[in-house]
């Protein structure tokens, strides 16, 4: 079982940044964000291979939003700038050990962490 724990969020301005920490308690083959609004399904955001590097984006952040990780390879952050009120949304942080070019097939998750984007 891998724990993952969340960090960073919270409201923040249209066109503004914000960013998002995620460690896991053991090191996988990858790991992702993924977003859920009320009345939505789970969308993927970003993944990266943690060994490989590799990341995909979802079109909807793409140019916006990087993923990244530290030399351990249970941390990853996300970076989001120019941020958008449609970025509004509960953020997951996922680990799995299977990645492709679709992303990373999640089987563990974090608890989420709340990002609002104001008008």
């Known amino acids: 079982q891998v724990q993952l724990v969340e960090s960073g969020g919270g409201s923040v301005q249209s066109g503004g940044s914000a960013r998002l920490s995620c460690t896991a308690s053991?090191?996988?083959?990858?790991m992702a964000w993924f977003r859920q609004t009320p009345g939505k399904g789970r969308e993927g955001v970003a993944a990266?291979?943690?060994?490989?590097?590799?990341?995909v984006y979802s079109d909807s952040v793409k140019g916006r939003f990087t993923i990244s990780q530290d030399n351990t390879k249970e941390t990853i952050y996300l970076e989001m700038n120019s941020l958008k009120p449609e970025d509004t949304a509960t953020y997951y942080c996922?680990?799995?050990?299977?990645?492709?070019?679709?992303?990373?097939?999640?089987?563990?998750w974090g608890q989420g962490t709340q990002v609002t984007v104001s008008s």
């Open positions: 996922a680990a799995g050990n299977s990645y492709s070019k679709d992303g990373c097939q999640a089987h563990f």
């Open positions: 990266i291979d943690l060994h490989y590097g590799g990341p």
């Open positions: 053991h090191v996988t083959v990858c």
